[in-house]
């Protein structure tokens, strides 16, 4: 580029697409969507320990980013501010269940998925780890995957899931413990 010259390339990415979708972009957004929506879904499903929920979650997301997007500053990255938004709606969707609705629903799925098992052939010689997630309580699975596989920091969990880092390093512990328990078998 000559020097002196005011033509400055603009990389067509994630900035340029936040900056189209926050101004009413759905062309853009739709980009941002394919391009986010397997990282968003997997973190969904592995944190909800359901297909079906991860599935809804992550459109919950995504309708959250749009709304939300606006907002978004530019402080950090795009896909950073989407983790966490993403985080925020699987933490807030389980608080929104309620207790007693979870402790049914945990039941459930335990019962499908025991019986999922117990129709697997013997011969199956290796676990998908997803699976095993899955299977674990749901406060272990939310603490293993923020820590183990999305690399929070056990204050930040803390912080996300409203209980003390102590709590957050036992669930995590508990995690692993079940998690080598069902792997070895």
Not at 71 to 98: D, I, M, Y
Not at 115 to 131: F, G, K, W
Request: aromatic share 6%.
């Amino acid at each position: 580029m000559a020097a002196g010259s005011n033509v400055v390339p603009v990389p067509m990415g994630d900035s340029t697409d936040v900056a189209l979708a926050a101004a009413g972009d759905r062309q853009a957004f739709e980009r941002l969507y394919r391009s986010h929506a397997n990282r968003v879904y997997s973190l969904c499903t592995r944190m909800s320990g359901s297909r079906t929920k991860g599935e809804e979650l992550t459109q919950d997301v995504f309708v959250r980013t749009w709304e939300k997007l606006p907002q978004f500053r530019g402080e950090s990255a795009f896909s950073t501010w989407l983790h966490r938004l993403a985080v925020n709606v699987v933490l807030n969707a389980r608080k929104t269940e309620g207790k007693e609705a979870s402790r049914t629903d945990e039941s459930d799925v335990g019962d499908e998925r025991s019986n999922e098992v117990a129709r697997a052939p013997m011969h199956i010689e290796r676990m998908d780890l997803s699976d095993a997630i899955a299977k674990l309580p749901a406060g272990a699975r939310k603490v293993f995957v923020l820590h183990d596989i999305e690399g929070y920091k056990h204050e930040e969990i803390a912080e996300l899931c409203g209980i003390t880092s102590g709590g957050s390093k036992a669930q995590l512990h508990r995690a692993r413990l079940l998690l080598r328990g069902t792997l070895e078998r």
